[in-house]
């Protein structure tokens, strides 16, 4: 049989072929595609002739397109439909992946054809992006050890073997362990307090694990659970909390404790080799904040100032509970302070908040006032699940713009948290579409009972969307800056900002209607989440600042390191910066922390507030000027959205803003006024 990777998909926007891939075509697959590419920078290195854009940078970009395509599917399938087959092929190709970039980054002979162009990019008269293209190649291959000597980047091919082969276990241990972990209830009563959709999505996740008559509460990437602002059982709260604060941290197979000490020495050593102080340094080098000392310098300022705020919020929830407030208690006090401060009542907004209807009414319609574009389902077209649903979008004079794949339902096969990923990325040269997945992790009631999002749940789907729209917006010409491939410190810049239109008025209201009496949902209700916006701040704030200070302080060590316990580590690290309320734990700890142990956030979780800064003034533009407009939305996707990654992202801004961020509407936002 034919291999669908082999050849381009003839399908709409070149949509992979999933009703044609079976688990046998991957390996043949990446198996070409590494040969494939290898041969032509092969092909780019033997040439006579001088170096140039279009005869070095330009074949590269047009090469590995097989490789392209498979890793593109491989890999969502891995993270949102994983397998046996997929976890056990992941960890196999990790590390052929690793030296095949090594293989790539580390040629001395292209690295040459690169830095010669480079020497020359003020003699060559290049167009903008094609100079920022040179640029960056400069910048990453040298960054990645490319003038390395031969002896050096022998030891530098093990490192990243190494660390891509343990990143990719830690990530195959913490799904396993994060299923083994989900809490089995015998007694409905236990679930006192939850909505009829969540008893029913907790027994449909029992029912699909063959736990009939019981109840599942399955877990969810953060510390915390969605649930633990409802149940009324304290015990069960505290058992909750207790197994999302174990997982990866249990003598059993899943281990994740010393896969995150090694992960941490190997990076730092890999750091020195490179010529930096630490990875912390090695990382930020290549982003918009240059230096760890410039990420301290943000997070630190904040973090006395989040502590001081969760105290007094504690201390709050101390007269409401008559108690000392534990970490289980924390949502569910919290809540009641909300509603009789407030007049909030999260639980009774849920009615309003019908999935479909937030996607359609709230979602895809901010996106079309904003910027003109259409959402058409397109059910002919089959996606890599039953659950995945696939849209055309189009702009209001009709040309395409490209698939969005939204994928709203949890399940044991998919990763936790919420994400977007790119199946295929627009750019001019090769003359390419552009599809764009969104998952979620929303638990599915038993068939024929509504899909009741939380407010948080909401946030998470505009969040998310923000980031599917800077993918299918992109216009660029080379396939390196095609969609998000931005700045890490950079890429939440655009679905922060998206997340602003949830509760505009004219959006709300669109979509915020009761599922079965088709009611407005009242102003009271409004008017209330407006006027608690700052409500939690000091947790919320406290949390995450934990949990990037974690992570810059597992990433600030170098190369000798006698750090042996990783739980002792991490409440050290918390202590010294005054985050180690116990009321108030760290939104990840070390052995569930995907994003830096697992995925791409190593030593860049501080990226989220770092883009803040920029979203929070560029919500202050948009209010400033008229808000929900057509003019504001095409100025924002022309000259932000639409560049992708082709030029500096704080050039971008500038061009946008017309001067650089202040970060003085953050500081208001989250009530951290000195």
Not at 95 to 114: G, K
Not at 270 to 276: C, K, N, P, V
Not at 656 to 662: I, L, M, P, S, V
Request: aromatic share 10%; net charge negative; no cysteine.
């Amino acid at each position: 049989m034919t291999n669908p990777f082999f050849a381009e998909s003839t399908l709409p926007f070149g949509l992979p072929p999933f009703a044609e891939i079976a688990d046998e075509h991957y390996r043949p697959a990446f198996d070409r595609g590494f040969t494939e590419q290898l041969a032509e920078v092969a092909a780019i290195t033997r040439s006579t002739e001088p170096p140039t854009v279009e005869n070095t940078l330009v074949p590269l970009e047009r090469g590995g397109r097989v490789l392209g395509r498979v890793s593109a599917v491989f890999y969502n399938k891995s993270s949102a439909d994983s397998s046996n087959f997929s976890n056990e092929l992941e960890e196999e190709i990790a590390p052929l992946y690793a030296a095949h970039s090594d293989a790539i980054r580390l040629n001395s002979a292209l690295y040459e054809r690169i830095a010669a162009i480079h020497s020359r990019l003020d003699e060559l008269e290049l167009d903008a992006e094609s100079r920022y293209l040179v640029e960056r190649y400069h910048a990453e291959f040298t960054i990645a050890g490319a003038a390395l000597s031969d002896d050096e980047k022998v030891s530098l091919r093990e490192y990243n073997r190494e660390l891509s082969t343990l990143t990719t276990r830690y990530v195959k241990n913490l799904l396993a362990d994060t299923n083994d972990l989900a809490v089995v209830l015998d007694d409905v009563a236990d679930l006192d307090g939850l909505s009829e959709g969540e008893i029913s999505a907790a027994a449909e996740a029992a029912h699909e694990r063959g736990l009939t008559g019981k109840h599942l509460v399955t877990l969810v990437l953060p510390t915390g659970h969605p649930f633990l602002s409802s149940l009324t059982d304290r015990r069960v709260r505290e058992n909750i909390m207790t197994a999302s604060r174990a997982r990866g941290s249990r003598d059993n197979g899943f281990d994740n404790r010393e896969l995150v000490l090694r992960i941490a020495t190997l990076r730092a050593e890999r750091a020195a080799l490179l010529g930096f102080d630490s990875h912390a340094a090695y990382v930020t080098a290549d982003e918009t904040a240059k230096t760890p000392e410039a990420v301290a310098g943000l997070l630190t300022r904040l973090a006395p100032i989040a502590a001081r705020n969760a105290r007094a919020e504690q201390e709050r929830l101390r007269e409401i509970a008559g108690e000392e407030i534990a970490a289980w208690d924390w949502a569910f006090y919290s809540e009641q302070v909300r509603a009789a401060t407030y007049d909030v009542d999260t639980a009774a907004m849920r009615p309003y908040f019908e999935a479909e209807r937030v996607l359609h009414a709230g979602v895809f319609f901010a996106a079309t006032r904003l910027y003109g574009v259409t959402f058409a389902e397109r059910t002919d077209l089959v996606s890599y699940h039953p659950d995945a649903r696939v849209f055309e979008v189009s702009n209001d004079d009709g040309s395409p713009v490209g698939l969005y794949v939204f994928d709203l339902y949890t399940r044991d096969s998919k990763r936790g948290g919420a994400w977007m990923n790119p199946l295929i990325s627009q750019n001019r040269l090769l003359g390419e579409p552009t599809v764009v997945v969104n998952n979620l992790n929303v638990p599915k009631p038993a068939e024929g009972s509504p899909t009741l999002l939380t407010l948080d749940e909401v946030t998470t789907q505009f969040h998310e969307f923000g980031h599917a729209l800077h993918g299918l917006f992109a216009q660029v010409t080379y396939p390196k800056f095609a969609g998000t491939n931005v700045y890490r410190d950079f890429v939440e810049f655009p679905s922060q900002v998206n997340e602003m239109w949830m509760l505009w008025p004219e959006v709300l209201a669109n979509y915020a209607v009761h599922h079965e009496s088709g009611e407005a949902m009242p102003q009271t209700f409004v008017d209330s989440i407006v006027a608690s916006s700052a409500f939690n701040e000091g947790f919320h704030t406290s949390e995450y600042l934990a949990a990037a200070l974690l992570d810059q302080s597992w990433h600030a060590l170098g190369a000798v390191s006698e750090i042996t316990d990783v739980a002792a580590f991490e409440a050290a690290t918390l202590a010294a910066v005054g985050l180690d309320n116990p009321a108030v734990p760290t939104r990840y700890s070390s052995t569930y922390f995907s994003h830096t142990f697992g995925g791409g956030y190593d030593a860049g979780y501080y990226s989220y507030i770092w883009s803040e800064v920029l979203d929070a003034d560029t919500v202050e533009w948009f209010k400033d000027n008229g808000g929900l407009t057509r003019t504001n939305g095409d100025r924002f996707r022309s000259l932000l959205l639409g560049v992708g990654g082709s030029k500096d992202p704080l050039e971008a801004y500038r061009d946008f803003r017309g001067r650089d961020a202040e970060i003085a509407p953050l500081l208001k936002r989250r009530g951290l006024e000195e």
